[in-house]
């Protein structure tokens, strides 16, 4: 259910130039944000809400923390075949909110419940 950590430290290479940031990344931090994404969803439909928290849990996993970490949720929610109604400015702005510890897991994830639809919802 959860992204394989090096094919997103390897997506993350590749999109940071386009997003005008350095490449650089931790794929230590990356394997433990969704190693805790992994343990904090009890279903495919906690997926969204684990990985928002997770990496905003672990802000070092990316140079450019927000904009990667808002592009890996958004990509993974699609492809579990779900939509989110936020968008990239309320993405982030939950990430640091979780960053800077004014966001538990629990409100992160009503946050995401009231903003999940499966696609054609």
Known sequence: ???????VARAYA???PELGVTPRSSEAAIRVALREADHLANDV??????LLYALGH?????AGFRAMSVLVVEWHTKTLGFKL????????????????????????????????????G
């Not at 992160?108 to 696609?119: H, N, S, T």
């Open 85 to 120: 109604t936020a968008g990239r400015e309320e993405l982030a702005d939950v990430l640091t909110r979780v960053a800077s510890d004014e966001m538990t897991h629990e409100e992160v994830r009503g946050w995401v419940v009231e903003r999940l639809l499966p696609f054609g």
């Open 1 to 7: 259910m959860i992204p394989d950590p090096e094919a």
């Open 45 to 50: 439909y906690d997926v969204p809400a684990a």
């Open 14 to 16: 590749v999109i940071a």
């Open 58 to 62: 672990h802000c070092r996993c990316f």
